[in-house]
């Protein structure tokens, strides 16, 4: 018998939906689903007609359950510097200039949790459960975690996830802002794919540029933030998607935008 993907990759319209598939061990991250799931990324990346991508976790227990444990069993520090110089999960889900859904269906914890910070969007169902458990290891969040966790919901919140390894509902991480919506597990998947598709209504050129102002604003003085943003404003101007998002204003019409 074959083995199973560890990404499943449907196309549903404009929409791709990447499942991590691991779920007998609650799709746990390790190293052959990372690279499984950078290869669908930059699939999707590289998909013209893709406009958005839904991130999942296969089954009902798990969005994602963190690192894979097993591999840290008598790693060095030399083995784990040479797999933190292997191209980052995180890294990619941030720069790739689409927009990325997560849809947390379950245990988002350790990497699953730094999987789902990096993404630009994260809905839940009333199922996921979140949490930074690294401390209960011995170890720290590894994958941004540190970082990106008091970026979204301030430094006392993150604190007190990171420090204590606690698990939090769903209902609280909406309380913190760390998910936008919660709705039940059924409803997830819907819920998720009619915001995909209305971003896939707009211009692609536009989204991109958006993210990467927004998202600049996380890392860069104000002022400096502010430059990229006239910068990435002023290359709007040289799209065909601009052309044709104001003549379809004007025209009292959808747009029908190019993605160039
Ligand atoms: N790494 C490796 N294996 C993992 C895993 C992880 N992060 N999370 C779950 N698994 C495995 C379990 O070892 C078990 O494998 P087995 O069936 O071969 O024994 C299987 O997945 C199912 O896990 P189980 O604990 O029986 O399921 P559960 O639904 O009762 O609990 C969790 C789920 C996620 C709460 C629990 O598995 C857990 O705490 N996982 C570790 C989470 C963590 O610390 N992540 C951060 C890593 S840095």
Redesign the pocket.
């Known amino acids: 018998m074959s083995e199973p993907d560890l990404v499943l990759e449907e196309k549903h319209g404009r929409i791709s939906v990447l499942t991590l598939n691991r779920p007998?061990?609650?799709n746990?991250?390790?190293g052959a689903l990372r690279g499984a799931f950078l290869g669908a990324l930059d699939k999707a990346a590289r998909d013209t007609d893709v406009r958005a991508i839904i991130v999942t976790g296969a089954g009902d227990?798990?969005f994602v359950?963190?690192?894979?444990?097993?591999?840290?069993e008598g790693r060095t520090p030399v083995d784990q510097y040479r797999v933190m110089k292997e191209p980052s999960i995180y890294e990619a889900v941030e720069r790739v200039a689409k927009p990325v859904i997560a849809a947390v269906n379950g245990?988002c914890?350790?990497?699953?949790m730094e999987l789902a910070l990096a993404c630009d969007i994260r809905l839940a169902s009333t199922s996921a459960?979140f949490?930074?458990?690294?401390v209960?290891?011995g170890?720290i969040?590894g994958g941004g975690g540190t970082q990106r966790l008091p970026r979204i919901v301030g430094l006392g919140a993150a604190l007190r996830l990171i420090l204590s390894g606690e698990?939090i509902d769903a209902q609280e991480a909406l309380r913190l802002g760390l998910v936008e919506v919660v709705v039940p597990p059924e409803e997830l998947m819907a819920r998720a794919s009619k915001l995909a598709e209305e971003i896939a209504t707009k211009s692609p050129v536009a989204v991109a540029a958006a993210k990467e102002a927004t998202r600049a604003a996380m890392s860069l003085a104000l002022s400096e933030g502010l430059k990229l943003e006239t910068a990435l404003f002023q290359l709007c101007f040289a799209s065909e998607d601009k052309v044709e998002g104001v003549r379809a204003f004007l025209e009292k019409r959808a747009a029908n935008f190019p993605g160039r």
Request: aromatic share 6%; proline share 6%; charged share 25%.
């Open positions: 007998e061990k609650r746990a991250l390790n227990k798990a359950a963190g690192a894979d444990i097993a591999e840290f245990y914890l350790g990497g699953g459960r949490g930074q458990p690294e209960n290891l170890i969040p698990m």
